[in-house]
């Protein structure tokens, strides 16, 4: 929190680190997250005039705001909360927040679900539907496939660093559907026996380019190569409407120790115990060792290697988006926790 600025009920400092920390991860669901901690702020403030219960709301949305920078998701679940507080005395304040907060979850799920019966029609009795990372979107196409009667096979691509991909076989094992596991340096291979591929996204920008966990935009290539059509299942929540004025999205750049742990680096670069050799691995990273690892979560696929954004307002080319972005967000871009 930043000094000198009202405090924030535990509940959103945890819910914070829980964002951070890739406990409560996916782009939905960090939304859905950070509109309840709002409401949780506003229910245990123990602010006394209208005024102080909005700083220190703002100071919470900012707070989980600077969580992590990718999924427009986040900021987009903050500012709907915000622009719907209403009320002259705290107490009114107070049931405003928790109704907006409310009533954007379920707006949220139920989007989530509309969005998975129309990508459902993209999906034929025996497809093979090809994975990447761990998206609730891209899963509820396939839910709803699966309820209508379509059966569905997956190979579900592993997504390192962190394995989400483990978490999409997880569930698609609970619904019965048979998962071939792949490491992501197969998938060309795989993409043979593909009908699709179908991915999340945690940003939508204005020219239909696609944000997603990192090794989406090779899948794509390789898919466009292959003939294999690329769904993207994303809600209208993951569209940037800080795009439509000319600002990119910021890819996130997470601990290099994702890819490679402390011993593993001393093993590559020869670094020594810096305490001796005490066999216990080393007490410290060294900095200046050559050796640099980069770990971005994310890249940007372009939209001319993406067939189809299915989102709850329909299915749209990547290139026309950019009227429903228009259409729901306007041009405004201003961020309600910076006033
Ligand atoms: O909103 P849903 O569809 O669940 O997820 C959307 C995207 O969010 C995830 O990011 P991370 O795992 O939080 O880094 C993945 O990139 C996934 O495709």
Redesign the pocket.
């Known amino acids: 929190m930043v000094t000198g600025e009202p405090s924030v009920v535990p509940a959103v400092e945890s819910t914070a680190e829980d964002i951070s920390e890739?406990r409560i991860?996916?782009?939905?669901?960090?939304?859905d997250a950070a509109a309840a901690a709002l409401a949780t702020q506003a229910d245990r403030s123990a602010a006394d005039t209208p005024a102080a219960f909005r700083r220190e709301l703002r100071t919470a949305a900012r707070t989980l705001y600077e969580t992590?920078p990718?999924?427009v998701?986040l900021p987009n679940a903050l500012r709907y909360v915000l622009r719907g507080v209403d009320g002259d005395t705290v107490a009114a304040l107070r049931t405003s927040t928790i109704e907006r907060a409310e009533s954007f979850q379920r707006d949220l799920a139920a989007a989530?679900d509309t969005l998975g019966e129309i990508g459902a029609n993209r999906l034929r009795d025996g497809d093979v539907v090809m994975t990447?990372?761990?998206?609730?979107?891209?899963?509820?196409c396939l839910e709803a496939a699966l309820e209508s009667g379509t059966e569905l096979e997956a190979i579900v691509k592993e997504t390192r660093p962190?394995k989400?991909g483990h978490i999409t076989a997880r569930q698609l094992r609970e619904w019965d559907v048979p998962v071939t596991l792949i490491a992501d340096n197969a998938a060309r291979r795989y993409l043979d026996r593909a009908d699709h591929v179908l991915?999340?996204?945690?940003s939508i920008a204005a020219d239909g380019s696609v944000v997603?966990?990192i090794g989406?935009s090779g899948l794509a290539v390789n898919a466009r190569e292959r003939g294999v059509p690329v769904m993207v299942?994303?809600?209208t929540i993951?569209l940037h409407p800080d795009t439509m004025t000319g600002h990119t999205v910021e890819i996130?750049m997470r601990d290099e120790r994702e890819l490679l742990s402390d011993e593993e680096r001393a093993s590559i670069t020869g670094a020594a115990d810096a305490d001796g050799a005490d066999g216990d691995g080393p007490d410290a990273v060294a900095t200046d060792d050559g050796l640099r690892v980069e770990n971005p979560?994310?890249d940007v696929t372009p939209p001319r290697y993406v067939d189809a954004i299915v989102t709850e307002r329909g299915q749209f080319p990547p290139e026309s988006i950019v009227t429903l972005m228009r259409e729901l967000f306007g041009e405004t871009t201003d961020e309600p926790w910076e006033t």
């Open positions: 890739m991860r996916g782009a939905a669901t960090i939304a992590r990718t999924a998701s989530q990447h990372c761990h998206s609730t979107d891209a899963l509820s962190r989400q991915v999340g996204a945690d997603n966990k989406t299942a994303a809600q993951k996130e979560a994310f």
